[in-house]
């Protein structure tokens, strides 16, 4: 979270803030000053903006905390211009749990809808209001109401990757396998992607790109739940490599280079003693270089706090366990004794396979 600012945490689920959501707030000044609009307005305007994504933030904890409740840890919550993301350790196969974790984000917007017109109701509701499109202290709530209704409808939309989506694939798993649930929640997602993608060519172009995030969004979960699936059934030992490239802790840079370039494999481990310590990738080789020199030692740049697997773990575990960590590769032992190692890549490879001879 380099590019991010750390705002709090609360059950132990931390909040950041993108540094982009600075250009949101930058270009609303930029054009209300260019349209001359006044520093009051333009406050208000701002504080609105704020207002709508602390309701976002609340949108997300209702995932987080209802996934919290199954035993599912969020590693974190982001705050990006064009909305929230709660980053689950994992997304519930459960078809009731996923129902619940789905759900739980729209019903939060839909209770801070009814409170927030329950509060405009008793200031007394002006009809004239709803028309007014000046956001200042009288309409502020009602907009702010409104915005809320309208995140929990969008939201509910059939389509992944938003709530709705979820949604309907949870439903639909209740009487078929999840799958074949998620390809035909992904194939509605994808129609109406499209159909946004036609109808904002002629009237909005933002609706171009909701559309299209609507498309791969759907296209990226199909293929997730496929791929996750065929794992099933199969250990880490069914992709392990006992063949792998070793280096010395204390070798110069110059000789991982050396091995990098008479191979083909871009991860090796790290030896001390005969005993693996470590990993170090071709990216780490080549941010060495850029940092220090060929003469630097491999025990600089190397991953010295490696992911370990036990040889029998379900490989769909210890897939998703290195997609959580973002690990491209991890160290395999059957109780202590070290055997090899895995990699992505390679549990890719795996899938292609199956897939192939699946057909």
Request: charged share 20%.
């Amino acid at each position: 979270m380099k590019v991010s600012l750390y705002l709090g945490k609360y059950k132990g689920i931390k909040v950041f803030i993108h540094w982009t959501f600075s250009i949101l707030l930058l270009w609303i000044i930029i054009s209300n000053s260019r349209s001359g609009v006044a520093i009051g307005d333009t406050g208000w305007s701002l504080l609105f903006i704020l207002a709508i994504f602390f309701c976002v933030i609340l949108h997300e904890f209702g995932h987080a905390l209802t996934a919290q409740k199954y035993g599912i840890k969020t590693k974190d919550i982001i705050l990006l211009p064009i909305g929230g993301l709660a980053r689950l350790e994992k997304i519930p196969e459960d078809p009731r749990q996923e129902l619940h974790v789905a759900l739980a984000g729209p019903l939060v917007n839909i209770v801070i809808f009814f409170l927030l017109s329950i509060v405009v109701y008793l200031k007394g509701f002006n009809v004239e209001l709803v028309e007014d499109t000046h956001v200042d202290g009288s309409t502020i709530l009602l907009f702010l109401a409104s915005a809320n209704l309208f995140l929990a409808l969008f939201n509910l939309l059939p389509a992944f990757p938003m709530d709705g989506g979820r949604v309907l694939r949870a439903l639909l798993s209740l009487r078929m396998p999840r799958v074949k649930a998620t390809q035909i929640a992904g194939s509605i997602g994808q129609f109406m992607g499209i159909s946004f993608v036609f109808i904002g060519l002629f009237y909005n172009p933002i609706l171009v790109l909701i559309g299209i995030f609507i498309f791969l969004g759907a296209q990226a979960e199909i293929t997730h739940t496929t791929q996750t699936s065929i794992l099933k059934g199969f250990s880490v030992q069914d992709v392990l490599m006992r063949k792998f490239p070793i280096i010395a802790f204390d070798a110069p840079l110059s000789k991982a280079i050396e091995k990098l370039l008479d191979g083909q494999s871009t991860h090796f481990v790290v030896v001390k003693d005969d005993d693996p310590i470590g990993t170090i990738s071709r990216e780490e080789i080549m941010r060495g270089l850029k940092e220090g020199n060929e003469g630097t030692s491999v025990e600089k740049v190397a991953n010295l706090n490696p992911l370990n697997l036990e040889v029998y773990q379900p490989l769909e575990e210890a897939y998703k366990l290195m997609s959580t960590e973002n690990k491209k590769v991890a160290l395999v032992y059957e109780e202590n004794l070290f055997l090899g190692m895995i990699d992505q890549e390679n549990i890719s490879e795996f899938i292609m396979v199956k897939l192939a001879l699946s057909k």
